[in-house]
């Protein structure tokens, strides 16, 4: 009961700041990707101030939860890491929206991000828990620096169409919540998740489409990083004896978990490359994209998109709770299920492009077409001048 008190509280705050800050920002937070050459699918630029009500309904879900509730066990150590990895994140974005940072300042900022959380203790316990030398920890330090500073991009990246970044990153924190409850119990982390999920909520309303705000950078790059610590407290860091331990079961979890931005982005890079771009310059070729170009009805891209990621989540879930004891089988029917869908949506995204492609030679063959016809048009004289010439040639 308590939680879902909070979880009104929070959608009410973030609708109402979302309102406000919406009210006195028409001439501030316009969407800078307009001014660095960066393609969004809506060609309309509109306030970019969501992310600031994401930080907001944060903190004051913090303050809260510190002065009423503060018997609610908590890690100090992450909960420190959380805070200070999720602010320099917001500002990371915020001063992407204000100047469009360069994208090398940028990536060091997300480096930073990491390091953080390193120095915290909070990283991700991979090759370590197979190898006994320290080796096995400077690998798992590589890879959180890099899930990190990848989860930041994906969830940038997605952030192309409306009402979609917003909708799968609810998915995660619902998927966290459900794990939080069947694996450590009520924590503070788990009322501090529905603040944030009410936050969401709260600023889809604006962000459903049409949209009438966006989140920006400000609110992807706060996404991501949270997103990025609850994967590593929550899907990487399962907790299972050393006779269970399976590299499908641990890679398999986090990767269904996060599969809707792992997706696009893999889809993206590699396009991207194969074209000779750069996998950091924005375009209409994104997994959206190409599945309104199939048919999907725009509206319906987010709610497609989020039921694959919430029956993902809820599958990994699964595979940790509720299989106590992991075997081969396990291994090919949970490593089969992310290939598939990647297949899938992989068929789906070629098909798109290739539609896309077609359309774009149609227009500029119709283009080209149109300049012939124009210039294959003799000189033609007005005919006002054509009957002064004839009355002269009378008289």
Known sequence: MKSVVLLIGAVG????LNKILLRFSKNFGVDSRQSQNLVRWSSTSKPTTGGISFFITFLMGSLALLI?????????????????????AFMIGFADDAYGTHPSLKFMGQVACGVILLTFGHHIEFFSKFTDNSAGL????GLTIF??????????????????????????????????????????????LVAVAG????????????????????????????????????????????????????????????????????????ARIARGTSPFVGGKDHLTHNMVRVGVPEEMVPVVLGLVSMVSGLLAIFAFRLIPEWQVIYSALFGMYPVMLFGLFTYLYIKGTKIAAMREKMEQEAAEAS????????????????AEEMMSDSQ
């Open 13 to 16: 705050f973030s609708y109402m």
């Open 138 to 141: 400077w690998l798992d330090y």
């Open 371 to 386: 300049r012939l016809t124009t210039d294959a048009q003799p000189d033609m004289i007005p005919s006002s001048a054509v």
């Open 147 to 192: 899930w990190v500073v990848g989860m930041m991009n994906s969830l940038n990246m997605l952030d192309n169409m409306d009402g979609v970044t917003t909708t799968i990153a609810l998915t995660i924190v619902v998927g966290t919540l459900t794990m939080i409850t069947f694996s450590r119990g009520i924590s503070h982390d788990f009322y501090l």
């Open 199 to 270: 936050g969401f909520l709260g600023f889809l309303f604006w962000n459903w489409r049409p949209a009438k705000v966006y989140m920006g950078d400000t609110g992807s790059m706060f996404i991501g990083m949270l997103a990025a610590f609850v994967g590593i407290k929550y899907f990487w860091n399962i907790h299972t004896s050393p006779d269970n331990l399976s590299i499908i079961r641990m890679t398999a979890i986090p990767l269904m978990v996060f599969i809707v931005p792992i997706m696009d982005t893999t889809f993206v890079t590699i």
């Open 68 to 88: 009423l509730r503060p018997e609610l066990p908590m890690d100090s150590q992450s909960l420190i890491a959380l805070f200070l990895s999720t602010t320099l």
